[in-house]
Nanobody
């Protein structure tokens, strides 16, 4: 089972970026999948999650209305469209997956499999 993030880059405040998480070795439709981020000196925090048990997509308050999580099951790929980026969005972004229902979607311990991360820098 593998998750590989890509798309991280340097972007100016107010700009947009789309991250991808390409998965392999499992059936994406059967796994809850989330995006997390971790800035230097801070704990890893949940950004968004596609939950299979209730067919819902969840977002952290800090990114709601700016970020959109989507997936292409035919390509086994999950995306995170990020708009109106702020300096505080800068972090390493990770995707994560679990076969089980996520009780607390933003808690990293709920997920069993992780990608290696991709760096997002927001700076002028």
């Amino acid at each position: 089972l593998q998750l590989v993030e890509s798309g991280g880059d340097l972007v100016q405040p107010g700009g947009s970026l789309t991250l991808s998480c390409t998965t392999s070795g499992f059936t994406l439709a059967n796994y809850a999948i989330g995006w997390f981020r971790q800035a230097p000196g801070k704990e890893r925090e949940g950004v968004s999650c596609i939950s299979r048990s209730d067919a819902m997509t969840y977002y952290a308050d800090s990114v709601k209305d700016r970020f959109t999580m989507s997936e292409d099951l035919a390509k086994n790929t999950v995306y995170l469209q990020m708009n109106s980026l702020k300096p505080e969005d800068a972090a390493v972004y990770y995707c994560a997956a679990t076969r089980f229902e996520v009780a607390i979607w933003y808690r990293p311990a709920e997920y069993d499999f992780w990608g290696q991360g991709t760096q997002v820098t927001v700076s002028s």
